[in-house]
């Protein structure tokens, strides 16, 4: 026997497999079985077996040819009975999926943008509707005034308005402090300090004073109707509702909304009164212009410049009311779904109520308001 021969032969318990390679060809004979396959010497693609000499199979045996075969083994001398046996391991085992095909950049990137789309405009889509369901909730109240929920309404009003006095006053406080006192530090550079009055004034009576009024509700009331109006859905007490006949849009959404929409003026006017009083104190002292000289130019600033700012008011409100109960609507049943949407509830509507500003803007520029 030359030295790229080879002739074994074992058995391990009662099963014995002999095998005998030569030169490219292993011939196998016995119990191909899964006692005997350490026996099996490691092969290459392109290797013939001879299984002519193999009296006796077994799954394992059938699974270990089949893998050689797969990676380029030809099998020979194999019996019928053999032969059906690896076609039904074969046919047994799970067809690997196939990996999807990568296309070109650009195309992935037009696919994403593409999906990003549909998924905006179906939410759009489903904040339309409900906006719609709200009005439809509002509609009925109007038919039947005995079944509106006054109580929940007062108590929305307290905790959506009420209770965001303080922070609204203070944010717009220091807003005017900061506004004071920057206007006047570019404008005496061009000896324009008397006009810082007119800055401060338009700037938070037509934009800074509810914007900024807007963004805070957004963050701090729209969190709070998601996570009630989740941990409601999560109790299935909104189920029991609807088992009741009682109506969640007129029960639950629509005290909600219209609690936004009655206060977010007032917390309105509340942040433009403070940011004033910040913008007043903040020109005595770094321009010695007294409170009396400060309400004396403040008279010269139109009327309308406050009328355009709570305009947009009840606006943000519903914009602000509808996104966050329509994410409380959303709440699964665990609480990552919970605190995901309360999440997207907050940056959404931010986002919703800064759009819409902008939107105001361009529209009163193009009116000549």
Same mark, same amino acid.
């Given at each position: 026997?030359?030295?790229?021969?080879?002739?074994?032969?074992?058995?391990?318990?009662?099963?014995?497999?002999?095998?005998?390679?030569?030169?490219?060809?292993?011939?196998?004979?016995?119990?191909?079985?899964?006692?005997?396959?350490?026996?099996?010497?490691?092969?290459?693609?392109?290797?013939?077996? &001879?299984? *002519?000499?193999?009296?006796?199979?077994?799954?394992?045996?059938?699974?270990?040819?089949?893998?050689?075969?797969?990676?380029?083994?030809?099998?020979?001398?194999?019996?019928?009975?053999?032969?059906?046996?690896?076609?039904?391991?074969?046919?047994?085992?799970?067809?690997?999926?196939?990996?999807?095909?990568?296309?070109?950049?650009?195309?992935?990137?037009?696919?994403?943008?593409?999906?990003?789309?549909?998924?905006?405009?179906?939410?759009?889509?489903?904040?339309?509707?409900?906006?719609?369901?709200?009005?439809?909730?509002?509609?009925?109240?109007?038919?039947?005034?005995?079944?509106?929920?006054?109580?929940?309404?007062?108590?929305?009003?307290?905790?959506?308005?009420?209770?965001?006095?303080?922070?609204?006053?203070?944010?717009?406080?220091?807003?005017?402090?900061?506004?004071?006192?920057?206007?006047?530090?570019?404008?005496?550079?061009?000896?324009?300090?008397?006009?810082?009055?007119?800055?401060?004034?338009?700037?938070?009576?037509?934009?800074?004073?509810?914007?900024?009024?807007?963004?805070?509700?957004?963050?701090?009331?729209?969190?709070?109707?998601?996570?009630?109006?989740?941990?409601?859905?999560?109790?299935?007490?909104? &189920?029991?509702?609807?088992?009741?006949?009682?109506?969640?849009?007129?029960?639950?959404?629509?005290?909600?909304?219209?609690?936004?929409?009655?206060?977010?003026?007032?917390?309105?006017?509340?942040?433009?009164?403070?940011?004033?009083?910040?913008?007043?104190?903040?020109?005595?002292?770094?321009?010695?212009?007294?409170? *009396?000289?400060?309400?004396?130019?403040?008279?010269?600033?139109?009327?309308?410049? *406050?009328?355009?700012?709570?305009?947009?008011?009840?606006?943000?409100?519903?914009?602000?009311?509808?996104?966050?109960?329509?994410?409380?609507?959303?709440?699964?049943?665990?609480?990552?779904?919970?605190?995901?949407?309360?999440?997207?509830?907050?940056?959404?509507?931010?986002?919703?109520?800064?759009?819409?500003?902008?939107?105001?803007?361009?529209?009163?520029?193009?009116?000549?308001?």
């Amino acid at each position: 026997m030359d030295a790229d021969t080879a002739a074994e032969t074992g058995a391990v318990g009662k099963s014995g497999l002999s095998v005998l390679s030569r030169e490219g060809c292993v011939a196998l004979s016995g119990e191909l079985v899964v006692w005997t396959l350490a026996r099996l010497p490691a092969t290459s693609g392109g290797t013939r077996i &001879d299984l *002519a000499g193999v009296t006796r199979m077994d799954t394992a045996g059938a699974w270990e040819l089949l893998q050689r075969r797969a990676a380029g083994c030809v099998l020979t001398g194999l019996g019928d009975r053999h032969a059906r046996l690896l076609q039904a391991v074969g046919d047994a085992l799970p067809a690997g999926q196939p990996e999807p095909e990568r296309g070109a950049p650009w195309r992935l990137m037009l696919e994403a943008t593409g999906r990003r789309m549909v998924r905006a405009l179906a939410y759009l889509g489903e904040l339309a509707e409900y906006l719609g369901r709200t009005l439809a909730a509002l509609g009925r109240a109007l038919r039947h005034p005995a079944q509106f929920p006054l109580t929940s309404l007062t108590h929305h009003c307290q905790e959506t308005g009420l209770r965001a006095v303080p922070i609204v006053a203070v944010m717009s406080f220091l807003v005017g402090v900061v506004l004071g006192f920057q206007g006047a530090d570019q404008l005496r550079q061009f000896g324009a300090e008397v006009f810082v009055v007119d800055l401060i004034a338009i700037s938070i009576l037509r934009e800074l004073g509810i914007l900024l009024t807007a963004i805070i509700v957004a963050g701090r009331t729209a969190s709070a109707l998601t996570a009630s109006l989740g941990s409601m859905k999560m109790r299935q007490e909104i &189920d029991a509702m609807r088992t009741l006949a009682l109506d969640p849009d007129l029960m639950l959404v629509l005290p909600r909304v219209l609690a936004l929409v009655l206060t977010l003026p007032i917390l309105g006017l509340v942040s433009a009164l403070s940011g004033l009083l910040g913008g007043a104190a903040m020109t005595w002292i770094e321009l010695g212009q007294s409170p *009396a000289v400060f309400l004396a130019r403040l008279s010269d600033v139109g009327v309308a410049h *406050a009328v355009l700012g709570l305009v947009k008011a009840p606006v943000f409100a519903l914009i602000i009311g509808v996104i966050g109960c329509h994410a409380g609507m959303q709440v699964g049943n665990d609480a990552e779904s919970l605190g995901r949407m309360t999440s997207a509830a907050v940056v959404s509507a931010i986002f919703a109520v800064i759009i819409a500003d902008a939107a105001f803007s361009v529209f009163f520029a193009q009116v000549g308001l």
